[in-house]
Nanobody
Framework: QVRLVESGGGLVQAGGSLRVSCVASGSRFSFSVMGWYRQAPGEQRELVAE????????NYADSVKGRFTIFRDNAKNTVYLQMNSLESEDTAVYYC?????????WGQGTQVTVSS
């Protein structure tokens, strides 16, 4: 069974930093893409950042460019999201996801709350 387990969420003041992590396990296939979505109350889930295993190509939402950095450790099937200069608008549940040739998988989510 494929599992993605997030950690590192919490409460932080505006302007602060936080790093969330996601460890994937149980897949027979490597994850070609891993990344993060987020969902704020009453809003749709939106892409935050993603990274490809080949070449480390990254993609960011415009709202987080220059503030967030995604990186991964392929050997550990782990993806990280370093979040700096956090804003109250970044408050959401952050979901990790991973894509393999046979499916797309989600973590259970971790809450990030930014106080203003």
């Amino acid at each position: 069974q494929v599992r993605l387990v997030e950690s590192g969420g919490g409460l932080v003041q505006a302007g602060g930093s936080l790093r969330v992590s996601c460890v994937a396990s149980g897949s027979r296939f490597s994850f070609s893409v891993m990344g993060w979505y987020r969902q704020a109350p009453g809003e749709q889930r939106e892409l935050v950042a993603e990274i490809r295993s080949a070449g480390g190509i990254t993609n960011y939402a415009d709202s987080v460019k220059g503030r967030f950095t995604i990186f991964r450790d392929n050997a550990k099937n782990t993806v990280y999201l370093q979040m700096n200069s956090l804003e109250s608008e970044d408050t959401a549940v952050y979901y990790c996801y991973g894509r393999t040739p046979v499916g797309r998988y989600w973590g259970q989510g971790t809450q990030v709350t930014v106080s203003s």
